[in-house]
């Protein structure tokens, strides 16, 4: 018990203090007059959580009406600023000075008033807290017996205007000063957004790209280069790494990401491998949850949609005597995927792919399907326990299990994941500057996956596990913060030779990494960032470096003015070193996907492997008596049609005598125009390095007038050594007037007009009927230049396409975005994205000859905007409109083609229910209200309105 007979709250209220920097006014406590009346100023900071407070304070509302003394009751009502109108909701607690216990609280009527009793005399903190205000704070000193009338005011915000963020520089730091563009997701914005995976409620931030591939299913990138697989985006869950450790994808289905408990989520644009290493290159997505201290209660949430949705999500959390905090969250979605259509030529191309006898380990048919499986489900259980030995030292474990089913897009087509399994777990130690975790995961999947298009079923049990450890330390009176950390990553693939192959038993590979990070408050306006971080990969035995340096100036504390160069290092994934999956093709050549950790080499001199006829010929192109050779039914059949067999076989009699190779070009298949792309030269193929990024971004944001938000940024990227896929077996071509020329001349030579005469014919007739067959082969594809590590004598020729580094581009970029807060119930924002190149050829990547073609994979232009309403009786609505520009895929090998430009209109209802249901609330989401019917990448569905709802009860 407290003072006065208080129950001490159970919530470690001077951590909230400390998390977000809760600043006193400063005002004279006699002088309460003058507090009041700067409480609604715009420059009222914005830096308390409004939803943690009013969770928290609700939760001990009852425990401090308890308090057996009534003295000093502190009265009052609570207005907007601009309007003056009263305002009912608003949450008005006094806590001790120290933050830690609440003495009163009480809800303002619809009148605005409120009433705080149980308050002895002494010195107080006075909150007032309402969602889509901000955070009204005052010092307060109450004398014996004195009954005080306060009148406050507040500032309408639907952001927290400047809050404080931890991805930016991996510790904790006001938004305005990161050397880095952030943006945030607050709980409250994803509570209004009733969709059926919080990656959606993505979809607006100016940067990023959402596109949907399925239900449940999305392709997300910062800052473009996105690809079918999802995993163009670094993204974290509670500082954990959030790839598949086999396959390395980012299945966001499987994380989680619940909206009932997620806190924020933190946006990055830019590059971030400086401290995060390889594979950062553009942006940083950082899902955040709900710590079980700062939010204990239980939250329930049920929904239904279109598409045959049902989602359902439970959240329970609490406090142990004040040192132990859980929580346990469960979910469950389950949908029908859009369909494709056999009569679209898209998917009708994605259909005709689908092999239907499915084949275990032993290649024995174990299973037939009857096309493809639009089913969707996602399950999720996952845990948290939290020991606090003080307030600044704790331990936190967590575990969490998934199971999925869903389409996924990989390189070679498409992967039915049909109840994969996750396993993940964690452990964090914090103790004031110091910093550790372990976590671990494990992929299991055994046999329920398959690759469409080959028939193969998939077996996995792959595993990664990651240790980090960093210490902050403070020098000038926290002016200059140095941040040391140090990292190991080991992941163990196991596919059991389905993904991997031949590299099975020598796949596994380590990430060693350390970085120093460091930030000088210059002066009150000017602050210096500086870090650097080295890696290296045992897989190619190669190091990378990762600087960046950033300049941010403050003229003012709402304006901020920031100058960063950032390198970035690319990070290839466990197929791209060691994947090893065929694909066998009955009307074309074998294609198969191998993993380039080694590299490649072609034989010297070249050698041509042949479609036709078995073998490898010297040289670009064929031996004239290869052709001779299988020409020869033919030309028997035109020549002696009454008995052609014994004319083929005297003519294959002649083959030693046939001279000559009948030289070809290469080729990487043929334009637009239908002519082909040459290559000039057939090097050698050194193992996968580093792609490097190198960005120079100049960025503002500030606050005009309390009601603004704007945010610019101008960025330069130049891109080296660029990591893509491609095949890496060029055709070999053999011009028709060349091959004719070389065969009427190699059959003038051989033969004889006796030997032919017992066939009716001459050796000019001969010679000109080859030399019109010659047509058949000429001009189009008789053979792959194939690497001396696949090439195999028993076995057909294989196209072979793999991830390589060559080439360069460089483009600019821009990101605006304004947020506006026009009152109590009206706010917007828009924002506006641009590319100077998104799709860049073999001419642009310095690569003239070579075929290869670079697609940032999303549009060189988006534009986004909306407005909210509120109003006083709960109601919520809010429109939007996105807007998303045409652009070209070019995405390993089944990912080609053109998305056309498409605008659709969202809109969203939320409404929060009174007492005696207060914490009930409802939310409807309509995406895509027109029902555009749409597609937002090369290799998916076509999609059309989705309603969503979610029905939340939190007590």
């Known amino acids: 018990m407290g003072p006065e007979g208080g129950k001490r709250s159970s919530v470690n209220h001077s951590e909230i203090r400390q998390r977000f920097r809760i600043p006193c006014l400063g005002a004279d406590p006699d002088d309460l007059s003058e507090v009041v009346s700067n409480a609604g100023s715009p420059r009222t900071p914005a830096v308390f959580h409004r939803p943690v407070w009013a969770v928290f304070s609700l939760a001990i509302l009852g425990l401090s009406s308890l308090q057996a003394v009534q003295e000093g009751p502190v009265t009052g009502t609570v207005s907007d600023a601009a309007s003056d109108d009263p305002l009912p909701g608003v949450l008005v607690s006094i806590l001790d000075t120290d933050a830690e216990t609440v003495r009163s609280s009480d809800v303002t009527d619809k009148d605005g008033l409120f009433l705080l009793s149980n308050v002895t005399q002494g010195s107080y903190i006075l909150v007032a807290d309402r969602d889509e205000f901000s955070l ?99 993204a974290m869950v509670d500082n954990r790494e959030s790839f598949n450790p086999g396959m390395a994808l980012i299945g966001y289905s499987r994380l989680p990401i619940e909206a009932i408990d997620l806190d924020r989520i933190e946006v990055i644009r830019g590059p971030a491998s400086a401290l995060y290493g390889p594979g950062v290159a553009h942006g940083v997505i950082h899902f955040l949850s709900k710590d079980p201290f700062m939010y204990p209660g239980t939250t329930i949430s049920v929904g239904v949609g279109s598409q045959a949705l049902l989602q359902g999500s439970i959240r329970h959390a609490g406090v142990f005597k004040e040192k132990l905090g859980y929580k346990i969250t469960a979910s469950f979605m ?54 606090r030995f003080s307030d600044q030292t704790r331990i936190t474990a967590y575990a969490g299990y998934s199971k999925i089913k869903q389409i996924l897009n990989a390189t070679l087509g498409e992967i039915q994941a049909d109840g994969p399994e996750g396993v993940t777990a964690q452990l964090q ?49 926290d002016r200059f913060v140095v941040n040391v950390g140090a990292d190991y990553k080991l992941t163990t693939p196991r596919t059991y030779g389905t993904v991997m192959g031949r590299f099975e038993d020598e796949d596994s590979f380590s990430l060693y990494g350390g970085y120093l990070f460091s930030s000088w408050q210059i002066s009150e306006k000017v602050n210096l960032t500086a870090s650097g971080r080295i890696d290296y990969m045992d897989a190619t035995e190669k190091a990378s470096f990762s600087p960046r340096i950033g300049l941010v100036v403050q003229p003012t504390p709402e304006n901020a003015f920031r100058l960063t160069y950032n390198r970035a290092t690319s990070r290839a994934t466990a197929t791209d070193y060691f994947g090893d999956i065929f694909v066998p093709n009955e009307n074309d050549a074998n294609v198969r996907f191998l993993g380039s950790a080694k590299g490649f080499t072609f034989p010297d001199p070249r050698q041509t492997t042949n479609f036709y006829v078995p073998g490898r010929d010297p040289g670009i192109g064929m031996a004239t008596a290869r052709a001779f050779s299988f020409l020869a039914g033919s030309v028997a059949e035109t020549l002696a049609p009454d008995d052609p067999a014994a004319l083929t076989d005297f003519l294959k009699s ?76 060029p055709f070999v071509e053999i011009p028709t007037e060349i091959l004719s020329n070389d065969l ?71 990101d605006v975005s304004i947020d506006v807060v026009l009152n109590e119930y009206w706010s917007g924002y828009a924002n506006f994205s641009w590319f100077s190149e998104n799709y860049f050829n073999e001419y642009a990547i310095g690569l ?108």
């Open 136 to 234: 009204y704070r005052t010092e307060l000193e109450l004398l014996s017996d004195e009954q005080r009338v306060i009148d406050i005011q507040l500032t309408a915000s639907t952001v927290e205007l400047d809050p404080y963020v931890v991805s930016a520089s991996r510790y904790e730091e006001k938004a305005l000063k990161s050397p880095a563009s952030v943006t945030v997701v607050s709980s409250r914005q994803l509570a209004r957004d009733a969709v059926p995976s919080v990656v959606a409620s993505l979809r607006n931030i100016p940067g990023v790209d959402v596109m949907q591939a399925g239900m449940g299913r999305y392709l997300v990138a910062v800052r473009g280069f996105n690809n079918a697989f999802g995993s163009a985006t670094y």
């Open 654 to 729: 002649k083959r030693p005598q046939i001279n000559g190779v009948s030289e070809g070009i290469m080729t990487y298949g043929r334009d637009e125009n239908g002519e082909p792309i040459i290559v000039q030269s057939l090097q050698d193929i050194e193992g996968i390095g580093e792609e490097t990024t190198q960005t120079i971004e100049l960025g503002y944001k500030g606050i005009l007038g309390g009601r603004f938000v704007v945010g610019i940024d101008g960025y330069y990227t130049k891109k080296s050594d660029f990591l893509f896929s491609h095949f890496i077996t």
């Open 429 to 477: 130690f914090e103790s004031g500057p110091f910093y550790a975790q372990a976590y671990g995961q494990v992929t299991l999947v055994d046999g329920n996956n398959w690759f469409y298009p080959i028939g193969d079923l998939m077996y996995e049990n792959s595993s990664q596990i990651d240790l980090q450890a960093r210490y902050n330390l403070d020098f000038l009176d």
């Open 744 to 814: 009427r001349a190699a059959v003038m030579a051989a033969f004889t007009d006796e030997e032919l005469a017992p066939y009716g014919i001459d050796v000019g007739t001969l010679a000109s009927t080859y030399a019109d067959s010659g047509t058949f082969l000429g001009d189009t594809t008789i053979g792959i230049m194939e690497p001396d590590q696949t090439y195999d004598s028993e076995t057909g020729p294989e196209m072979i396409l793999a991830h390589q580094n060559a080439g360069n581009i460089d483009y600019f970029g821009v």
């Open 848 to 955: 003239p000859g070579s075929g290869y073609v670079i697609s940032m994979n999303t549009p060189k232009e988006k534009f986004r905007a909306g407005v909210v309403y509120r109003t006083r009786t709960g109601f919520t609505m809010s429109g939007g409109l996105r807007y998303v520009g045409r652009f070209t895929v070019a995405d390993g090998r089944n990912y080609k083609g053109v998305v056309e430009a498409y605008t659709l209109f969202d809109v969203g209802l939320m409404y929060d229910f009174p007492e005696p249901a207060r914490g009930l609330n409802l939310a409807i989401t309509v995406q895509n209200v027109f029902d555009n019917q749409h597609r937002e990448y090369i290799g998916v569905p076509t999609i059309g309105r989705l309603i969503s709802s979610r029905l939340t009860y939190t007590f």
């Open 334 to 387: 389950q949908a029908e995927d859009w369909k494709l259509d056999p009569d679209d030529e898209h998917d009708a191309e994605i259909l005709d792919r689908i092999e239907p006898k499915l084949k275990d380990l032993d290649d024995v048919v174990v299973r037939v399907i009857d096309g493809r499986d639009y089913d969707v489900y996602a399950m999720k259980l996952n845990g948290q326990v939290q020991y």
